[in-house]
């Protein structure tokens, strides 16, 4: 592979980083990226390949966040655990059954959850005391829900699970951000391993777009955690809205 087309990616990763490390969704601009720049190798190899800068850059963002961001070790542990079950499962469905028929359903949700946080201003920047001791079961549900969706479709999930800890669970964008980054890494771990172990990646390009990925990540999560909710709520809405464009494209035009 040429030095140029992984120079390119490795900006790419950079960028995914920062995005995703500040609310989810960095796969929508690393993923078409890297099945565009690599047209001659597997779509398994490209996917497998990206699995890795954004495993590790969201781990790097995920040690920012939780150097200020309180979180109760058994309630992330159950929400990992429910998270990586939920998303093996969806990928198992993937391999025998087409994910097609989910995306006109998932373009309206998008577009109705991309109106409601544009016209509730007050959605996210402050903690919702009340809510706190929320019922472990919603958490639960989230999880399973929003899990299964990452590894039967995938796209977006981080900012689904953002929106999901923020709109039932009554968090902050800060707390969400948070909670979404750790139970992201359990969905994206049961793919990693799977990629790893039938041998598709492409390790002279995952490791340095993992450098990059890992530095876009420790400046987003920065910038996230300087800035705050009001920030955090702005970013959030253009990746809701760009993971419209992309679904629309699939839906009505591809």
Same mark, same amino acid.
């Given at each position: 592979?040429?030095?140029?087309?992984?120079?390119?990616?490795?900006?790419?990763?950079?960028?995914?980083?920062?995005?995703?490390?500040?609310?989810?969704?960095?796969?929508?601009?690393?993923?078409?990226?890297?099945?565009?720049?690599?047209?001659?190798?597997?779509?398994?190899?490209?996917?497998?390949?990206?699995?890795?800068?954004?495993?590790?850059?969201?781990?790097?963002?995920?040690?920012?966040?939780?150097?200020?961001?309180?979180?109760?070790?058994?309630?992330?542990?159950?929400?990992?655990?429910?998270?990586?079950?939920?998303?093996?499962?969806?990928?198992?469905?993937?391999?025998?059954?087409?994910?097609?028929?989910?995306?006109?359903?998932?373009?309206?949700?998008?577009?109705?959850? +991309?109106?409601?946080?544009?016209?509730?201003?007050?959605?996210?920047?402050?903690?919702?005391?009340?809510?706190?001791?929320?019922?472990?079961?919603?958490?639960?549900?989230?999880?399973?829900?929003?899990?299964?969706?990452?590894?039967?479709?995938?796209?977006?999930?981080?900012?689904?699970?953002?929106?999901?800890?923020?709109?039932?669970?009554?968090?902050?964008?800060?707390?969400?951000?948070?909670? +979404?980054?750790?139970?992201?890494?359990?969905?994206?771990?049961?793919?990693?391993?799977?990629?790893?172990?039938?041998?598709?990646?492409?390790?002279?390009? +995952?490791?340095?777009?993992?450098?990059?990925?890992?530095?876009?990540?420790?400046?987003?999560?920065?910038?996230?955690?300087?800035?705050?909710?009001?920030?955090?709520?702005?970013?959030?809405?253009?990746?809701?809205?760009?993971?419209?464009?992309?679904?629309?494209?699939?839906?009505?035009?591809?």
């Amino acid at each position: 592979m040429a030095l140029s087309t992984i120079l390119f990616l490795c900006l790419i990763a950079f960028l995914a980083g920062y995005v995703d490390a500040v609310v989810g969704g960095g796969g929508l601009i690393q993923v078409p990226a890297g099945l565009i720049m690599m047209p001659t190798q597997a779509v398994s190899t490209v996917i497998g390949t990206l699995k890795v800068p954004s495993f590790i850059g969201t781990c790097f963002a995920t040690y920012q966040y939780l150097q200020r961001v309180k979180i109760p070790f058994l309630r992330i542990l159950l929400f990992t655990s429910i998270a990586f079950t939920a998303a093996f499962s969806g990928s198992l469905l993937l391999t025998r059954m087409s994910s097609q028929f989910m995306k006109p359903v998932l373009f309206f949700v998008l577009l109705a959850l +991309a109106i409601y946080t544009f016209t509730k201003k007050d959605l996210g920047q402050s903690l919702q005391k009340d809510d706190i001791q929320f019922p472990m079961l919603k958490g639960i549900l989230i999880c399973l829900v929003i899990g299964f969706y990452d590894g039967f479709i995938g796209p977006g999930a981080g900012s689904l699970f953002v929106l999901a800890f923020i709109a039932i669970l009554g968090y902050d964008f800060m707390q969400a951000s948070a909670h +979404a980054k750790i139970v992201n890494l359990s969905t994206n771990l049961g793919s990693l391993i799977l990629f790893i172990g039938k041998g598709v990646i492409l390790w002279p390009v +995952a490791i340095p777009m993992s450098i990059c990925n890992a530095t876009g990540g420790f400046f987003g999560s920065r910038m996230a955690l300087k800035k705050g909710n009001q920030f955090i709520r702005k970013i959030f809405l253009i990746v809701i809205v760009a993971t419209l464009l992309r679904l629309g494209y699939d839906v009505f035009l591809h």
